[in-house]
Protein backbone atom coordinates (compact mmCIF):
# COMPACT_ATOMS: atom_id res chain seq x y z
CA UNK A 1 0.00 0.00 0.00
CA UNK A 2 1.94 3.18 -1.18
CA UNK A 3 -0.54 5.65 0.61
CA UNK A 4 0.45 4.34 4.23
CA UNK A 5 3.92 4.91 6.52
CA UNK A 6 5.01 2.79 9.22
CA UNK A 7 5.65 4.33 12.70
CA UNK A 8 7.11 2.96 15.58
CA UNK A 9 4.67 3.08 18.45
CA UNK A 10 7.67 1.69 21.31
CA UNK A 11 9.31 5.12 21.66
CA UNK A 12 7.44 8.48 21.66
CA UNK A 13 5.36 7.24 18.69
CA UNK A 14 7.13 9.48 15.74
CA UNK A 15 9.86 7.75 13.83
CA UNK A 16 13.67 8.49 15.17
CA UNK A 17 11.73 9.97 18.43
CA UNK A 18 12.66 6.58 20.66
CA UNK A 19 13.13 7.32 24.11
CA UNK A 20 17.46 7.47 23.90
CA UNK A 21 19.22 4.70 26.80
CA UNK A 22 15.87 2.59 26.66
CA UNK A 23 15.95 -1.12 25.46
CA UNK A 24 12.81 -2.79 25.28
CA UNK A 25 10.92 -4.02 28.41
CA UNK A 26 11.55 -8.12 28.91
CA UNK A 27 8.68 -10.36 28.57
CA UNK A 28 7.65 -12.77 31.79
CA UNK A 29 10.00 -15.25 29.72
CA UNK A 30 12.99 -12.93 29.99
CA UNK A 31 12.73 -11.84 26.12
CA UNK A 32 12.96 -8.32 25.13
CA UNK A 33 9.31 -7.52 23.24
CA UNK A 34 9.92 -6.59 19.42
CA UNK A 35 9.10 -3.24 18.10
CA UNK A 36 6.08 -2.37 17.48
CA UNK A 37 4.72 -0.72 14.68
CA UNK A 38 1.45 0.97 13.03
CA UNK A 39 0.26 1.34 9.39
CA UNK A 40 -0.79 5.44 9.33
CA UNK A 41 -2.37 6.67 6.52
CA UNK A 42 -0.79 9.37 4.28
CA UNK A 43 -3.13 12.03 3.73
CA UNK A 44 -3.67 15.55 2.67
CA UNK A 45 -3.73 17.64 5.68
CA UNK A 46 -5.42 21.65 6.00
CA UNK A 47 -5.51 23.35 9.04
CA UNK A 48 -7.93 26.30 9.07
CA UNK A 49 -9.38 28.91 11.54
CA UNK A 50 -13.28 28.79 12.97
CA UNK A 51 -15.74 29.80 15.51
CA UNK A 52 -14.31 29.02 18.68
CA UNK A 53 -10.96 27.37 17.57
CA UNK A 54 -9.81 25.26 14.46
CA UNK A 55 -10.67 22.28 12.04
CA UNK A 56 -7.96 19.54 10.50
CA UNK A 57 -8.99 18.69 7.42
CA UNK A 58 -7.88 15.21 6.49
CA UNK A 59 -8.20 14.12 3.06
CA UNK A 60 -7.02 10.66 1.07
CA UNK A 61 -7.01 10.10 -2.60
CA UNK A 62 -7.19 6.43 -2.34
CA UNK A 63 -10.29 4.45 -0.96
CA UNK A 64 -8.31 2.27 1.59
CA UNK A 65 -6.19 4.73 3.26
CA UNK A 66 -9.28 6.97 3.39
CA UNK A 67 -11.53 3.54 4.88
CA UNK A 68 -8.51 3.00 7.32
CA UNK A 69 -7.98 6.71 8.36
CA UNK A 70 -12.18 6.93 8.97
CA UNK A 71 -11.69 3.73 11.14
CA UNK A 72 -9.41 4.55 13.26
CA UNK A 73 -10.97 8.25 13.86
CA UNK A 74 -14.68 6.87 15.18
CA UNK A 75 -12.95 3.96 17.13
CA UNK A 76 -10.58 6.70 18.81
CA UNK A 77 -12.54 10.07 19.08
CA UNK A 78 -13.35 11.68 21.99
CA UNK A 79 -10.03 11.47 23.91
CA UNK A 80 -7.17 13.47 23.63
CA UNK A 81 -6.18 15.43 19.93
CA UNK A 82 -2.43 16.51 19.53
CA UNK A 83 -0.81 17.54 16.14
CA UNK A 84 2.87 16.98 15.73
CA UNK A 85 4.91 18.72 13.06
CA UNK A 86 8.56 16.74 12.25
CA UNK A 87 11.26 17.92 9.55
CA UNK A 88 13.58 14.86 8.65
CA UNK A 89 12.32 12.29 11.36
CA UNK A 90 12.63 15.11 14.25
CA UNK A 91 9.65 16.68 15.96
CA UNK A 92 10.14 20.00 15.49
CA UNK A 93 6.33 21.09 17.20
CA UNK A 94 4.06 19.48 18.97
CA UNK A 95 0.67 21.37 19.88
CA UNK A 96 -1.60 19.22 22.65
CA UNK A 97 -5.28 20.34 21.86
CA UNK A 98 -6.05 19.38 26.02
CA UNK A 99 -7.50 23.63 25.88
CA UNK A 100 -10.68 22.45 24.10
CA UNK A 101 -13.46 20.26 22.70
CA UNK A 102 -12.17 18.08 19.64
CA UNK A 103 -14.94 16.48 17.38
CA UNK A 104 -14.57 14.01 14.45
CA UNK A 105 -17.01 14.37 11.52
CA UNK A 106 -16.28 11.98 8.43
CA UNK A 107 -16.03 13.36 5.39
CA UNK A 108 -16.46 11.00 1.38
CA UNK A 109 -12.64 11.21 1.27
CA UNK A 110 -11.26 11.38 4.73
CA UNK A 111 -12.48 13.23 7.86
CA UNK A 112 -12.48 16.59 9.84
CA UNK A 113 -11.56 17.63 13.11
CA UNK A 114 -13.00 20.43 14.86
CA UNK A 115 -11.14 21.65 18.09
CA UNK A 116 -13.14 24.24 20.08
CA UNK A 117 -13.43 26.04 23.17
CA UNK A 118 -16.43 28.30 25.06
CA UNK A 119 -13.20 29.86 26.45
CA UNK A 120 -12.02 33.24 24.85
CA UNK A 121 -8.18 32.52 25.99
CA UNK A 122 -8.36 28.88 25.62
CA UNK A 123 -9.64 29.57 21.83
CA UNK A 124 -6.79 31.80 21.20
CA UNK A 125 -4.57 29.50 21.88
CA UNK A 126 -6.16 26.68 20.02
CA UNK A 127 -6.16 29.14 17.13
CA UNK A 128 -2.30 30.15 17.75
CA UNK A 129 -1.74 26.21 17.13
CA UNK A 130 -3.67 26.44 13.69
CA UNK A 131 -1.41 29.16 12.61
CA UNK A 132 2.16 27.66 14.00
CA UNK A 133 0.97 24.24 12.27
CA UNK A 134 0.06 25.90 9.47
CA UNK A 135 3.12 27.63 9.44
CA UNK A 136 5.43 24.54 9.50
CA UNK A 137 3.75 22.84 6.91
CA UNK A 138 3.97 25.66 4.31
CA UNK A 139 7.78 25.94 5.16
CA UNK A 140 8.32 22.03 4.45
CA UNK A 141 7.83 19.78 7.55
CA UNK A 142 5.26 17.17 7.42
CA UNK A 143 2.52 16.39 10.19
CA UNK A 144 0.89 14.19 12.34
CA UNK A 145 -2.62 13.59 13.66
CA UNK A 146 -3.04 11.99 16.72
CA UNK A 147 -6.17 10.85 18.41
CA UNK A 148 -5.24 9.04 22.19
CA UNK A 149 -1.34 9.09 21.41
CA UNK A 150 -2.20 6.87 17.75
CA UNK A 151 -1.66 8.56 15.02
CA UNK A 152 -4.00 8.90 12.65
CA UNK A 153 -3.10 10.16 9.51
CA UNK A 154 0.17 11.96 8.53
CA UNK A 155 1.22 14.05 5.46
Known amino acids: MTNTMMMDRTGMQMPGMGVPGMTPTPTPTGMPVGSNYLMVPRCTMKFE ?4 GMKVVCSCDDPMACSMMQNLCMMLQGGTCSCCCMMNGMMVCC ?36 DCMAGMMAAGCTCCLMMNNTPVCCC
Open 49 to 52: KCAG
Open 95 to 130: CNLTMGMCKCEMTKDGCTVTCTSGDANCMKMIQCCC
